[in-house]
């Protein structure tokens, strides 16, 4: 496993300077990429740590790696989090539900009455997407002070931040996924 | 060179200077009909030459839609060993399309004067592993080195953006060829081409246009094409795409064939017809901004290429969906064969300041325990890409396990597309002792490689796919011979009830529904024939007539056709305000 700090030369910090990331990565990948004679098997492995280092939680992985923490999705998670289980579940299930009723309606008539609810089924998801995104950002907002404290000191709240961001970004992908669900079954005509 | 092997057009460049340009044949035509003929002794012709026997003789048109798959998947285009007829006898889909890239190759070494060897063929984006792989075989017996194989919104953004090396920015690819479609996403940056993601239909194109306006015109005549003669039908198709183009530029066309009749169609006419075509394009249009996790909003262009983009009506459903007006720059015809140029040039060292980063356009995955999908490589992954999958024996002594490998969206097994399936070889141990380690690669041309390694022994295979794909293929049809047998014998009337009771099932509540939600938007009259058609439907019902209820379910669905149409367009007005910004 290569180290994608290192790798990249880049300074061991949560929070980079603005596009550094981007740009390093960038330069190094179009550097090994296959179409250009890098090495087999390197311009995937170059990609993975470039992934890694270019997301907010791949690198609060990789430096509670570097501290020498198993990473675990497991634990506790915060109250403000679980908040949103129930609700997630539940609209996932209510989009389930109407993609497969819409597959089945056989009447134009059938079909219209089950669209009528789409917009309602839309906002509910915008409304959690809204929310999940905004507690996603005020995490993330932690990260200056773990630079700052030194990411020794904060361990443990920053292995509680790493559990919470895990089920937020699930749970994003997950209504971003319904959301296309939806679309598609209502474009399906 | 790059080579756009169309579904009913082809294509060839090379990059001169730094410039993709297109090469033209003797007759200076860069555009080269998708047409095969081949004759009794085995004789052949391509393009226009071919293309002049259509009507007359049996000519091979748009194999690209039969490159890879099954014969059950395209109903009537192949034969069931996957062949097609020919005079000469029959020929595989790779053969024929080796035809027409073997004409390719002459017009370049032609225009060049020295021998050409290699070429980047360029394939729908949408195509899977196994359409890519024949694209390459076609190729390949073409006596071609296929370098690469690439997608064709790819090489569109390419061509697009060579001269705007400078500027980063997202852009979308709308790419409506003959046969197929494809949407991609893409981000330019410092050079670096990178998709972010792509959507598609691999059945989807002018040939569907085509057929749609052929069956408008045969029904208005009151013909029956499913008895008519196959080359009558190919002069009617012929008609329908003359109708297509004048469409384009004018507001009305007539369908006119000596001996038959004539039909007048207006643009209002056609765009009907262009509806759920269009639903589709659009599908995957919010698909791939979804993928990519993109607003259309943050797109600096929309860019349309292909010869159906021309079609007004699609122009604007793309200006629609993209929120601004398309960018028609690029020639819809030439603009993938000089982007696979491009690709050519960077692979041949000549172009350096750019490199292409695409993704795999389907999920890769394996079949699990209860025939569900386990995703190995998710969508829109970047390739080259690979991924590993630990497996271990389930009793003693056992000496391979079967792997079944699928590529789709789906998560039943069954409804994925089906690369095949391979042996896992075990080292005889005790009961989950032995370890073999499966690596997954897909390649930069988005061909699936498979590579097991025994963990005790460190020994590498290279696993071959698809063998078994026919036995189950039989299997499956089988199955579907024999559930149809029973069907048969089945009472028809009782199963005839049944539907039309359970539609009329659907459609009784749905009309409370519908009325109590958009009823003030109808006329009286037209309420009052939606509740008459209803009184008939329970009538029916009660009565238990096979007849009398089918047909009362039909006039309730028909008397509800506005009602529904309302609802559609209030919640499809509602969802796609709110998804814009």
């Not at chain 2, 005889?428 to 032995?434: D, K």
């Not at chain 2, 590579?451 to 063998?467: C, F, H, Q, Y």
Request: charged share 30%; proline share 3%.
């Amino acid at each position: 496993m290569i180290d994608p700090f290192e790798r990249f030369g880049l300074p061991r910090r949560l929070v980079p300077d603005s596009g550094l990331i981007e740009e390093v990565t960038r330069k190094e990948l179009k550097r090994v990429h296959p179409d250009v004679g890098g090495a087999e098997g390197e311009f995937e492995q170059l990609r993975k740590a470039a992934d890694q280092i270019t997301s907010p939680i791949g690198r609060l992985g990789l430096a509670l790696e570097f501290l020498g923490n198993r990473l675990d999705e497991r634990g506790s998670v915060p109250g403000e989090v679980m908040d949103f289980f129930s609700p997630v579940a539940d609209i996932l299930q209510k989009v389930d539900c109407f993609v497969r009723e819409r597959g089945q309606a056989m009447s134009g008539l059938g079909k219209a009455v089950l669209d009528a609810r789409v917009p309602a089924l839309k906002g509910e998801l915008e409304k959690l997407i809204t929310g999940i995104t905004t507690l996603e950002e005020s995490y993330l907002g932690r990260f200056g002070r773990f630079d700052e404290e030194g990411w020794e000191t904060c361990q443990d709240e920053m292995r509680e931040v790493y559990r919470a961001l895990s089920f937020l970004r699930k749970w994003l992908a997950q209504l971003r996924e319904a959301t296309g669900k939806i679309f598609e079954a209502l474009l399906a005509g | 060179m790059g080579i756009d092997l169309g579904t009913t057009q082809s294509a060839i460049a090379v990059v001169d200077s730094g410039f993709p340009i297109l090469l033209a044949d003797d007759k200076g035509r860069t555009l080269t009909p998708s047409a095969v003929w081949i004759g009794k002794n085995g004789e052949t012709e391509v393009g226009h030459e071919a293309l002049r026997r259509a009507g007359v003789d049996r000519v091979v048109t748009s194999v690209k839609s039969l490159m890879g798959r099954r014969a059950d998947e395209v109903a009537g285009g192949l034969s069931s060993d996957g062949k097609l007829e020919t005079m000469a006898g029959p020929r595989s889909p790779e053969e024929i399309s080796a035809e027409i890239l073997r004409h390719l190759k002459g017009i370049a070494e032609s225009r060049l004067e020295t021998e050409v060897s290699k070429a980047v063929i360029t394939v729908p984006a949408y195509f899977h592993d196994a359409q890519r792989a024949a694209t390459k075989k076609a190729g390949e017996l073409a006596g071609l080195e296929v370098v690469r194989i690439l997608s064709e919104p790819t090489a569109a953004a390419l061509s697009y953006g060579l001269d705007r090396l400078s500027e980063n920015a997202r852009v979308a690819v709308f790419d409506l060829g003959g046969g197929t479609f494809d949407v991609s996403v893409l981000e330019m940056r410092e050079g670096v081409f990178e998709v972010l993601a792509t959507a598609g239909d691999t059945n989807l194109g002018g040939d569907d246009f085509d057929r749609a306006i052929v069956e408008f015109a045969a029904n208005r005549l009151e013909i029956d094409l499913r008895t008519m003669d196959p080359m009558e039908l190919v002069r009617w198709t012929s008609e329908g795409r003359r109708v297509k183009h004048q469409l384009s530029e004018e507001e009305e066309a007539k369908f006119r064939l000596p001996f038959t009749g004539e039909v007048l169609m207006t643009r209002e006419d056609f765009n009907r017809l262009m509806a759920t075509f269009l639903d589709r394009m659009e599908s995957a249009c919010r698909r791939a901004l979804l993928d990519s996790n993109v607003l259309a909003s943050d797109l600096a262009e929309v860019v349309m290429v292909g010869g159906s983009s021309r079609i007004p009506v699609v122009k604007d459903r793309v200006e629609r969906v993209f929120l601004r007006e398309p960018d028609l720059s690029q020639h819809p015809d030439e603009a993938i064969a000089r982007g696979a140029s491009i690709q050519a040039g960077i692979l041949a060292g000549t172009v350096r300041e750019v490199i292409l980063l695409d993704v795999t356009p389907l999920s890769l995955g394996i079949e699990t325990m209860g025939g569900l999908m386990n995703v190995l490589i998710a969508r829109n992954t970047t390739i080259p890409c690979k991924a590993g999958e630990m497996f271990t024996n389930a009793v003693d002594g056992q000496v391979s396990m079967k792997v079944r490998v699928l590529q789709g969206e789906r998560e039943l097994a069954a409804d994925n597309w089906e690369l095949g399936s391979f042996e896992v070889p075990f080292e005889s141990a005790r009961r989950g002792q032995a370890r073999v380690g499966v690596e997954f690669r897909i390649d930069a041309d988005g061909i699936l490689s498979v590579l097991a390694r025994d963990v005790a022994t460190g020994l590498d295979t290279v696993i071959e796919v698809g063998s078994a794909a026919v036995d189950v293929h039989e299997a499956k049809v089988e199955q579907m011979v024999s559930e149809s047998v029973e069907f048969a014998i089945e009472d028809m009337n009782a199963r005839v009830f049944e539907e039309a009771r359970m539609k009329a099932g659907e459609l009784l509540p749905a009309v409370e529904v519908a009325l109590d939600q958009a009823g003030e938007l109808l006329d009286d009259q037209e309420v009052l024939e939606i509740k008459e058609a209803r009184k008939r439907v329970e009538q029916a019902i009660d009565e238990k007539e096979v007849g009398l209820l089918k047909a009362a379910v039909e006039n309730l669905d028909e008397a509800t056709e506005t009602l529904a149409a309302l609802l559609v367009q209030r919640a499809t007005e509602a969802l796609f305000s709110s998804s814009q910004d």
